[in-house]
């Protein structure tokens, strides 16, 4: 049913910003009972929530990346962004966009996600 598809450049340089876009199909992002999720793991890492918009356009962002993190949205287009600011290798990961009824995002086996996006640090 609903799907979602990451898109935006696999490569960023370092203290640049990191912009990827979450194309969501078969459900409407302004649905309130969902949160729209961007999710990271590292490579050897756990996986890290992010942050989230509401269906409200309410944000929700993890402490650790607070500094740096904003996710925008597009309803016209049924799309929501993830903009990281100020990137470091530390911040090459794979990166997904889920739809999840409860936030922060522990485990996969909760909601539905896109395939997830490879996006590296480097000069």
């Known amino acids: 049913q609903v799907q979602l598809q990451e898109s935006g450049p696999g490569l960023v340089k370092p203290s640049q910003t990191l912009s990827l876009t979450c194309t969501v199909s078969g459900g409407s992002i302004t649905t309130n009972t969902y949160y729209w999720s961007w999710i990271r793991q590292p490579p050897g890492k756990r996986l890290e929530w992010m942050g989230a918009?509401?269906?409200?356009?309410?944000?929700y962002y993890s402490p650790s990346l607070q500094s740096r993190i904003s996710i925008p949205r597009d309803t016209s287009k049924n799309q929501f962004t993830l903009q990281l600011s100020s990137v470091t290798s530390e911040d090459t990961a794979v990166y997904y966009c889920?739809?999840?009824?409860?936030?922060?995002?522990?485990?996969?086996?909760?909601?539905?996600w896109g395939q997830g996006t490879q996006v590296s640090v480097s000069s």
């Open positions: 918009i509401g269906g409200s356009g309410t944000t």
């Open positions: 889920a739809r999840v009824r409860t936030v922060p995002v522990t485990t996969r086996s909760a909601g539905s």
